[in-house]
């Protein structure tokens, strides 16, 4: 005989109902188990315990898809401006955001020798959900780092032969970094390692046109 499986929020209303639902869900092992078995916002593990269910940490931008082409635009070929970004997922603890933009094909993607840092910030708050296109302004509390150019800010995409990528990496960290002044990539990288949680990725290519 089959009953009806009837949310665990009804069960103190229907506690006979409950009671069943509970009983033909484990005995029959079907997908009825994450409905009946587990709280809203909770999902039902293998052992049988429970769990938050939780976002997805990403990293998107409204001007290219992933894997896409950054428009020119963004570029030494055009305004140099940053583009917008957007993040989401944001890991649990998190206390500050850090970002690093760099290309691992330069000079040449057919035999690159190094990778060319065009952005690094840190201590961006975890409330902020992205910055806007240009970068500026940055969230309250957001320090920045010295890029390849060796300056502080966005060096857009230059590519000097090939199509390169461009690697947007977003980590969340269980801290506020301390005041690390224009921090290089390496150095950026060697204080964030003790506290990080989770990272979130976006690529983009570029290639001049000839």
């Given at each position: 005989?089959?009953?009806?499986?009837?949310p665990v929020?009804?069960?103190?209303r229907?506690?006979?109902?409950?009671?069943?639902c509970r009983?033909?869900c484990t005995?029959?092992g079907?997908?009825q188990l994450w409905?009946?078995?587990a709280a809203?916002?909770e999902?039902?593990a293998?052992?049988?315990?429970t769990?938050?269910?939780r976002?997805?940490?990403?990293?998107?931008s409204p001007?290219?898809?992933?894997?896409?082409?950054?428009?020119?635009?963004?570029?030494?070929?055009?305004?140099?401006?940053a583009p917008?970004?957007?993040?989401?997922?944001?890991?649990?603890?998190?206390?500050?955001l850090?970002l690093?933009?760099?290309?691992?094909d330069?000079p040449d993607p057919r035999?690159?020798?190094?990778?060319w840092?065009?952005?690094v910030?840190?201590?961006?708050?975890?409330?902020a959900?992205g910055?806007p296109?240009g970068?500026?302004?940055?969230?309250a509390?957001?320090?920045?780092?010295?890029?390849?150019?060796r300056?502080?800010?966005?060096?857009g995409?230059?590519?000097?032969?090939g199509?390169?990528?461009?690697?947007f990496k977003?980590?969340?960290l269980?801290?506020?970094l301390?005041d690390?002044g224009?921090?290089?990539?390496?150095?950026?990288?060697?204080?964030?390692q003790p506290h990080?949680?989770?990272?979130?990725?976006?690529?983009g290519t570029y290639?001049?046109?000839r």
């Open positions: 005989m089959a009953f009806p499986c009837v929020r009804h069960w103190r229907l506690p006979a109902a409950g009671s069943v009983a033909v005995v029959a079907l997908c409905a009946c078995g809203d916002g999902r039902r293998p052992n049988g315990s769990a938050e269910v976002m997805e940490f990403t990293l998107s001007a290219f898809a992933p894997g896409g082409a950054i428009p020119a635009q963004y570029t030494c070929d055009g305004a140099d401006r917008a970004l957007q993040w989401s997922g944001v890991p649990a603890g998190t206390q500050s850090a690093v933009v760099d290309d691992p330069a035999a690159p020798k190094t990778t840092v065009h952005w910030l840190y201590n961006l708050p975890p409330a959900a910055l296109e970068g500026t302004p940055l969230p509390g957001t320090r920045e780092g010295r890029n390849d150019w300056r502080t800010g966005w060096g995409p230059c590519p000097p032969v199509r390169h990528r461009y690697f977003l980590y969340a269980d801290a506020v301390p690390l224009a921090a290089t990539k390496a150095e950026l990288e060697q204080a964030l990080l949680l989770g990272r979130a990725e976006l690529m290639a001049r046109r």
